[in-house]
């Protein structure tokens, strides 16, 4: 296998950078060739994860979660609890396609260091286990124990119908038991998943966001325990130049907001990210344990600017802290990416806040602090320096001007970075000078843009380097620009023209024992 993870790098010095995207849960074109592993609905002891894999082959990320075989996408059921975060996952056991769609689960103590743990839940006679939420029960309001584990999922049958299910745990996620009336909300047609639950204190039920796929929108329920539900309310707004799309894995969080407090509803959305293929979007606004209503403003407003992060969503049970994981691809070509035994990642996890600019509210991500624990000193990005996992590059642009940062390798594969300083865009590049391009023809984009959205003139850009995926953003998280890359090395050099720059660097330790 190819060792990427000890190669030595140097990068000359200099830098300034630019950035846009794209983003989309379900995808359409696979379901033709939907084959879904056919389990007895008993429950079973879960199958234990093959972990054979070294975790440094060609393109594998050396400080993101990715399971150790086998294909994965949407994060589902992040739950936080007895200093253990859970995240489970949509999941393929049989194969590196989508396809058979289960739980896989991980868990970590810092949200950066992961273990895999064996498959949670698999399809049962009701269909395959699409995507949704978990929730800790502290008042065992459903009856199965207080403080148990409940998981809250769409069961997509073969018969085309997604309707919502409930399954809990008693051991602290190590098992599942299924709920016996499943399904808790009934539904007849293939527009209707990806249960995102949390209890609302103010009307003292627990309040569930469902996405309506084709039929665009999000419905809302409520429930006093868990396992009867009643309709509230249904949201939906027209978005700008994008009317034809899947509207999927919402998720509504309350946030504070210069002092107070507000909501904001996170919706993906499939095909129609910011350029093509999937993106996140955020829709401020408030809610009064019915209806969510939105600010007026013009929509849509993108969580990030890149082609890969989609349907993110937070943990639950972490207090007032909100911490968002995405699915590292992009719908438009997930089945082709390059990467085997394994298919996807997921993003590096982002603490969301929500700050006023230009007299609205901006909803920003920054890369959780936990990433300290695996990362070495800054040093000066001078002519060269060593590195071997990943890396996190930090530049300081001057906005007078327009400037063009080049990151490449020995064999001149790179991705080029613009920052235009008058305009306040930032631009990313990636074609066929990147590396790897052809298995598929939607995967070269000329140009992706996104908004500095900072006052002052400088901006300070943070760039996470790994091994097949460049995370951008501006310190303060008003910008985010996530993008896969599959150069045949990881970029070791770097080059820029135009404004001056402050560079410097710190290494990110492999966190695969």
């Not at 894999?53 to 050396?62: A, F, G, T």
Request: net charge negative; with cysteine.
């Amino acid at each position: 296998m190819h060792k990427l993870f000890n190669k030595r790098f140097s990068i000359p010095m200099a830098a300034a950078l630019v950035a846009a995207a794209i983003v989309g849960c379900t995808p359409e074109k696979y379901k033709q060739d939907y084959n879904p592993l056919i389990d007895d609905p008993t429950e079973k002891t879960p199958e234990q994860p093959e972990t054979g894999s070294s975790m440094n082959e060609l393109y594998r990320p050396q400080v993101h979660f990715t399971p150790s075989k086998n294909w994965m996408n949407d994060p589902n059921g992040m739950v936080f609890v007895d200093g253990v975060y859970h995240l489970f996952f949509q999941y393929n056991p049989q194969g590196n396609s989508w396809g058979n769609m289960s739980w896989g689960h991980a868990t970590s103590s810092d949200m950066i260091h992961w273990t895999e743990q064996p498959v949670a839940l698999t399809k049962d006679e009701l269909g395959a286990i699409f995507s949704g939420s978990c929730v800790i029960d502290k008042d065992n309001t459903a009856g199965f124990g207080k403080n148990a584990m409940v998981a809250l999922y769409t069961s997509a049958g073969d018969d085309g119908k997604q309707q919502q299910s409930i399954a809990y745990s008693t051991d602290g996620g190590k098992t599942f038991a299924r709920f016996g009336g499943n399904p808790v909300i009934k539904n007849d047609d293939d527009n209707l998943r990806d249960p995102k639950v949390f209890w609302h204190a103010e009307s003292g039920k627990w309040i569930m966001s469902l996405a309506k796929g084709w039929k665009k929108g999000i419905e809302f329920y409520g429930s006093q325990d868990l396992k009867t539900w009643s309709h509230l309310s249904t949201f939906f707004t027209p978005l700008a130049g994008r009317p034809d799309l899947q509207w999927e894995c919402p998720d509504l969080v309350q946030m504070d907001y210069k002092g107070g407090k507000k909501w904001v509803l996170i919706v993906s959305v499939n095909p129609g990210g910011p350029i093509l293929g999937s993106g996140t979007l955020y829709f401020p606004g408030e809610f009064d344990g019915i209806t969510f209503t939105a600010d007026e403003r013009d929509y849509p407003l993108w969580l990030d600017y890149g082609m890969d992060n989609y349907a993110g969503v937070t943990w639950s049970n972490t207090g007032s802290r909100l911490v968002m994981l995405g699915w590292m691809n992009n719908w438009s070509y997930a089945g082709n990416v390059p990467c085997d035994p394994w298919r996807s990642a997921m993003t590096l996890p982002r603490e969301l806040k929500l700050v006023e600019f230009d007299g609205k509210p901006l909803l920003t991500g920054t890369v959780v602090k936990e990433i300290d624990g695996i990362a070495k000193e800054w040093k000066p990005a001078g002519s060269s320096w060593e590195a071997f996992d990943a890396y996190q590059l930090r530049l300081t642009v001057g906005l007078d001007q327009n400037t063009t940062i080049t990151l490449s390798n020995e064999k001149g594969e790179k991705l080029v970075v613009e920052v235009y300083g008058t305009s306040r865009l930032v631009a990313v590049k990636r074609n066929a000078s990147t590396g790897k391009v052809n298995f598929n023809g939607t995967f070269s984009v000329p140009s992706m843009q996104g908004p500095i959205c900072v006052n002052g003139d400088k901006v300070t850009l943070d760039l996470f380097v790994d091994q097949s995926s460049v995370e951008l953003f501006t310190q303060e998280g008003t910008l985010s620009m996530t993008n896969l890359v599959f150069p045949s090395s990881i970029y070791n050099q770097i080059q820029t023209s135009g404004a001056s720059v402050e560079a410097q660097v710190r290494e990110l330790s492999r966190i695969w024992k």
